[in-house]
């Protein structure tokens, strides 16, 4: 059974920092395979960062040159570095994983969600 165990999410003020882990568990992702989407109060749910093929990264407009994603693949586990953050980073984040090859805007799996919360 996969499982997929997001951590370090909380509440921090404006212009912080904070690092969230997902692990998984159950089976074994390729290196594009996983990434992190949010989801704020009355809100869909939106992709934050993604892997591309050929060592490359996806964010989203939002949140370009304040945050980086990475893995560890030896470890299964996939990282998002969160910096300057804004009131408007508050959601509900959360860790996919696909089948295929790369992870785009349909993941085959989600991890629980952890919040985060940033203070004005």
């Known amino acids: 059974q996969v499982q997929l165990v997001e951590s370090g999410g909380g509440l921090v003020q404006a212009g912080g920092s904070l690092r969230l882990s997902c692990a998984a568990s159950?089976?074994?992702?390729?290196?594009?395979?996983m990434g992190w989407f949010r989801q704020a109060p009355g809100k869909q749910r939106e992709l934050v960062a993604t892997?591309?093929?050929?060592?490359?990264?996806n964010y989203a407009d939002s949140v370009k040159g304040r945050f980086t994603i990475s893995r560890d693949n030896a470890k299964n586990t996939v990282y998002l570095q969160m910096n300057s953050l804004k009131p408007e980073d508050t959601a509900v984040y959360y860790c996919?994983?696909?089948?295929?090859?790369?992870?785009?805007?349909?993941?085959?799996?989600w991890g629980q969600g952890t919040q985060v919360t940033v203070s004005s």
């Open positions: 996919a994983a696909t089948n295929r090859v790369v992870l785009t805007t349909s993941p085959d799996y």
């Open positions: 159950g089976r074994t992702f390729g290196r594009y395979a």
């Open positions: 892997f591309t093929p050929f060592g490359g990264t």
